[in-house]
């Protein structure tokens, strides 16, 4: 199932991403990043760090074209502790590896992730809504009033969660999409919940995820 009136995302669109989010956080990088982000059970640095790790994964997948499970080259200095600038700046810097790869990737390359075989818009998109979604977590602990782009929004919602609807917020769908919050007419999505990052023509008008 297509929509063939969809825009579609672009690599500019992950470093409009980075750039929203950091420039929200810059302002509190000085607040306590150690208590934990909104209601995961990850402190605001390491939903950071999480962040910087799935968007390295994304890029080893995309570069390599990888066909199965490969050794990720996430980042691995336990023993190291960063500063929330510094966190910042490697989402920032990760994001844009990912976009110049992707930049070089043609639209029809298929590649694994843990999903499925996911094409070059699917990673785009998933990195997005991990910049977005977990942006969201760590401002929200931190009193930060994160308002991403509302076109940038709608467009990762559409991608990753064709079932739901955009007749409202976007921010606030893609954000109930991920599970974060409730909706007047819809209430928070359950523990388990999922996403389509394959291309959408795969995509068999169900919905994943419980209530």
């Given amino acids: 199932m297509t929509d ?15 750039a929203s989010l950091r420039g929200t956080l ?16 990850w402190s605001c640095l390491a939903t950071a760090r999480h962040v910087v790790d799935a968007l390295l994964i994304y890029t080893g997948s995309l570069a390599a074209r990888a066909q199965q499970r490969r050794q990720w080259p996430v980042e691995r200095c336990e023993n190291r502790e960063y500063t929330a600038s510094q966190r910042l700046d490697m989402i920032e810097v990760t994001a844009a590896i990912l976009a ?7 639209p029809e390359t298929i590649a694994f992730h843990s999903s499925g075989m996911t094409d070059r818009e699917g990673f785009l998109a998933m990195g997005c809504s991990e910049i977005l979604a977990h942006g969201f977590d760590i401002a929200s602990a931190l009193g930060a009033p994160f308002d991403p782009p509302r076109d940038l929004a709608a467009r990762v919602t559409a991608r990753l969660f064709p079932w739901t609807p955009l007749d409202g917020d976007a921010w606030k769908a893609l954000l109930w999409s991920n599970g974060r919050i409730a909706l007047p007419d819809r209430p928070r999505i359950a523990e388990i919940w999922g996403w389509h990052p394959m ?10 995820f419980d209530n």
């Fill in 4 to 18: 063939s009136t969809r825009q579609m995302l672009v690599p500019d669109d992950l470093r409009a991403a980075a």
């Fill in 26 to 41: 810059t302002p509190f990088t000085a607040q306590n990043w150690s208590v934990n982000a909104r209601d995961l059970d």
């Fill in 100 to 106: 110049a790869v992707a930049d070089g990737t043609p």
């Fill in 199 to 208: 291309p959408l023509s795969e995509w068999d008008g169900e919905q994943l």
